[in-house]
């Protein structure tokens, strides 16, 4: 992330939280469209360019197209002001996707971290995530949380049972390995393939 466009992109970001906050908006669904936007994906791979034209009746449209409103006119929760850029500087120090980045991190448990953190330097909720990611691989929570087991998906994507289980308790780097059985492993646990390869942008 282009860190010259990051409290306009921040400025974003906490819009849009602000609005699903207000809505009540199902958390587990906003992660989804935001790792999946055009708009935030833009912001993943944005290192020297120039920062994307938005424009907030379109992100609304996109993200809540029941809503009759625009992003400025949205009030500005202050653990969605914080979460926002939290999750911005963690994206910009690591290069991973947001869908990764919401494996370890939730939008729910940001805002449950903000009365301990939001007083404290970013980087204290930086060095938290990464704590978090140092502990275990996007592949052994996106099992975790998806309930499935590692046997199932060896043999539904026949790939060794071996590989896979080396590949969740990182004794060997998803990066290297085959590029095939990545992307069959991402399609079958429905996400990006630079988000099961732990991919820094």
């Not at 992100?59 to 625009?70: A, M, Q, T, Y």
Request: one cysteine or more; glycine letters at 2%.
């Amino acid at each position: 992330m282009n860190d010259q466009y990051l409290y306009e992109y921040a400025d974003i970001f906490e819009r849009v939280l602000s609005v699903a906050y207000e809505c009540r908006y199902s958390t587990p669904a906003l992660e989804r469209l935001i790792s999946y936007s055009s708009f935030f994906q833009s912001i993943e791979k944005d290192k020297n360019g120039f920062a994307p034209i938005i424009n907030g009746a379109a992100l609304i449209k996109e993200f809540f197209p029941s809503l009759k409103k625009d992003l400025s006119e949205t009030p500005i929760y202050n653990q969605c002001l914080w979460a926002g850029e939290s999750f911005l500087r963690i994206q910009g120090e690591t290069g991973l996707t947001f869908e990764c980045i919401f494996l370890y991190i939730s939008i729910r448990k940001m805002y449950d971290y903000f009365p301990m953190y939001h007083e404290m330097d970013f980087s204290q909720i930086i060095n938290e995530f990464k704590r978090l990611f140092a502990a275990k691989s996007a592949l052994f929570l996106l099992l975790e949380r998806q309930h499935r087991s590692l046997a199932g998906i060896a043999k539904q994507i026949d790939v060794s049972y071996d590989v896979l289980l080396s590949l969740k308790t990182r004794r060997r780097d998803i990066k290297k390995a085959n590029v095939a059985a990545v992307v069959k492993l991402a399609k079958a646990l429905n996400v990006r393939v630079e988000t099961v390869a732990e991919i820094s942008l």
